[in-house]
């Protein structure tokens, strides 16, 4: 059983509700584009679940290929993200990806977050719940 935690900047919300910020929180590498501009939801989560299966399937951690230096760097390239061009680099990991794990990464990494599913509905996922024999 594998559990993830992280704490240190949380707070509960409904999955409608948004939080405004004039600072960045959180760890930059698992941000979604709009929690650099300073919005927080339970998309931005989704986001972060994204990047994070992403890392344990390429055991590196998001936006390591970007080619940016240091976190400050990182801020920017995921702050000025262009829909079409913001998922994180999936590596040369790519071609043994399934189609299913492909998706759920697209799907929780979806640039606007209104697009983004629920935690809920990212269980039920064909990646989650076993649809593609190559992801067993």
């Given at each position: 059983?594998?559990?993830?935690?992280?704490?240190?900047?949380s707070r509960l919300l409904?999955?409608e509700?948004?939080?405004?910020?004039?600072?960045?929180?959180?760890?930059?590498?698992?941000?979604?584009?709009?929690s650099?501009?300073?919005?927080?939801?339970?998309?931005s989560d989704?986001?972060?679940?994204?990047?994070?299966?992403l890392?344990?399937?390429?055991?590196?951690?998001?936006?390591?290929?970007?080619n940016?230096?240091?976190?400050?760097?990182?801020?920017?390239?995921i702050?000025?993200l262009?829909?079409?061009?913001h998922l994180p680099?999936f590596?040369?990991?790519?071609?043994?990806?399934?189609?299913?794990f492909?998706?759920?990464i697209q799907?929780?990494?979806?640039?606007?977050?209104?697009e983004?599913?629920?935690?809920?509905?990212?269980?039920?996922?064909?990646f989650?719940?076993?649809?593609?024999?190559?992801?067993?």
């Amino acid at each position: 059983e594998v559990k993830l935690t992280d704490f240190g900047t949380s707070r509960l919300l409904s999955d409608e509700q948004t939080v405004k910020t004039s600072t960045v929180v959180g760890t930059v590498a698992y941000m979604a584009p709009e929690s650099i501009r300073g919005v927080y939801s339970t998309a931005s989560d989704v986001w972060g679940i994204g990047c994070s299966a992403l890392q344990m399937f390429t055991g590196r951690m998001p936006w390591i290929d970007a080619n940016c230096r240091d976190n400050i760097s990182l801020i920017f390239k995921i702050g000025n993200l262009q829909k079409g061009e913001h998922l994180p680099p999936f590596g040369p990991e790519a071609a043994t990806m399934s189609a299913d794990f492909v998706d759920f990464i697209q799907s929780a990494c979806a640039f606007d977050r209104n697009e983004r599913p629920t935690a809920a509905q990212l269980l039920q996922h064909p990646f989650v719940v076993g649809g593609d024999k190559e992801d067993q």
